[in-house]
């Protein structure tokens, strides 16, 4: 096991990441409409990776495989972290998120924010992230719940 810095190469295994994980573990909370709004099949590899590259990303390796990614930028936004369906629950989301926050106390941060989805929700919780607001999110012509959530670090 591993946690190393996002490299472009990753782009691909993290975008298929996200799209299966999305489509099965969040499928409990959200319709088939809002997943497809949220992970759809046509993602803009190269806006992702842009993305990746100017925010801390970091990739969770077991068994040379890519299970997890998170990322976050200088002011404390933690923008995504999402762990593969197969290996939820076994501490990876932790160690991503311990990372993360790490890092910023660097930049002075005093707090970290994030926007989380009903599934991630208790996580962030157990976390110590406290909800600011429920929001309606558009994706696509879809409305997707989710949480604003703010810890103090």
Same mark, same amino acid.
């Given at each position: 096991?591993?946690?190393?810095?996002?490299?472009?190469? *990753? %782009?691909?295994?993290?975008?298929?990441?996200?799209?299966?994980? !999305?489509?099965?573990?969040?499928?409990?909370?959200?319709?088939?409409?809002?997943? &497809?709004? /949220?992970?759809?099949? *046509?993602?803009? #590899?190269?806006? /992702? *990776?842009?993305?990746?590259?100017?925010?801390?990303? +970091? @990739?969770?390796?077991?068994? &040379? @495989? +890519? @299970?997890?990614?998170?990322?976050? &930028?200088?002011?404390?936004?933690?923008?995504?972290?999402?762990?593969?369906?197969?290996?939820?629950?076994?501490?990876?989301?932790?160690? #991503? !998120?311990?990372?993360? =926050? %790490?890092? !910023?106390?660097?930049?002075? !941060?005093?707090?970290?924010?994030? =926007?989380?989805?009903?599934?991630?929700?208790?996580?962030? =919780?157990?976390?110590?992230?406290?909800? +600011?607001?429920?929001?309606? @999110?558009?994706?696509?012509?879809?409305?997707?719940? &989710?949480?604003?959530?703010?810890?103090?670090?």
């Amino acid at each position: 096991m591993s946690i190393r810095r996002y490299e472009s190469r *990753d %782009c691909n295994d993290i975008i298929k990441l996200f799209y299966d994980t !999305v489509h099965t573990i969040n499928s409990k909370d959200y319709a088939e409409d809002e997943l &497809n709004a /949220w992970a759809p099949k *046509d993602i803009d #590899i190269s806006l /992702w *990776d842009k993305s990746f590259l100017k925010n801390y990303t +970091i @990739v969770f390796i077991l068994d &040379n @495989v +890519i @299970v997890g990614f998170g990322d976050i &930028n200088e002011t404390g936004y933690l923008d995504r972290l999402y762990i593969h369906k197969d290996y939820q629950r076994r501490g990876i989301a932790k160690k #991503i !998120v311990d990372n993360l =926050e %790490c890092y !910023v106390k660097k930049f002075g !941060v005093d707090y970290i924010t994030t =926007e989380a989805s009903i599934t991630a929700k208790p996580f962030f =919780e157990r976390m110590g992230y406290k909800i +600011i607001k429920e929001q309606q @999110v558009e994706k696509r012509e879809e409305y997707l719940t &989710n949480y604003i959530m703010k810890k103090h670090i």
